[in-house]
């Protein structure tokens, strides 16, 4: 009985152990989403309205979801301090649950955030064009990696129950 409880356990952590794998790959594609979206908004205000960069940023962090959100309102908290913009920017950017490459792509944007509003949006549109290739094929190898994770998850757990019982 005390064998079947323990089968039981192991299998459950594994399921629960996949189950967390999945939630943190479907937070960071979330996260990639938003920043997406918010840079696109954020090249068009600065290009069409003009609109000063902590306004800017405030506003975009309340239209994002969480974790893009406080990315912008941390950065925009900053910036009203009077600290470097470029160095607020790489710090957040840092903290985001993000891939290597769009966490270096964003990053390295906080280096254009000074000058004029051609060279910011041109810096902006890198970034975009580095985060959607990321983002469109993480999306193609998903269904692939989805399947080799969960089959690892499952096996390392039978593994287990088979070597306790």
Excluded at 97 to 109: N, Q, Y
């Amino acid at each position: 009985m005390l064998k079947l409880f323990g089968s039981a356990c192991i299998l459950g952590g594994g399921i629960l152990a996949r189950y967390f794998q999945v939630a943190e790959r479907r937070r960071e594609m979330d996260t990639l989403s938003d920043l997406l979206w918010a840079l696109r908004r954020m090249a068009e205000e600065i290009r069409m309205a003009r609109t000063p960069l902590p306004l800017l940023l405030d506003r975009l962090s309340k239209g994002c979801g969480r974790e893009a959100g406080a990315f912008f309102q941390e950065v925009s908290t900053a910036a009203r301090r009077g600290e470097d913009l470029g160095v607020a920017w790489r710090q957040a950017a840092a903290a985001l649950p993000l891939s290597a490459v769009s966490s270096a792509a964003l990053a390295g944007m906080g280096n254009d955030l000074h000058g004029d509003e051609e060279n910011i949006c041109k810096a902006i549109s890198l970034v975009i064009y580095s985060m959607a290739q990321d983002m469109e094929e993480r999306t193609r190898r998903q269904p692939e990696e989805s399947k080799q994770a969960a089959a690892l998850w499952f096996s390392g757990a039978a593994l287990l129950v088979i070597l306790l019982i």
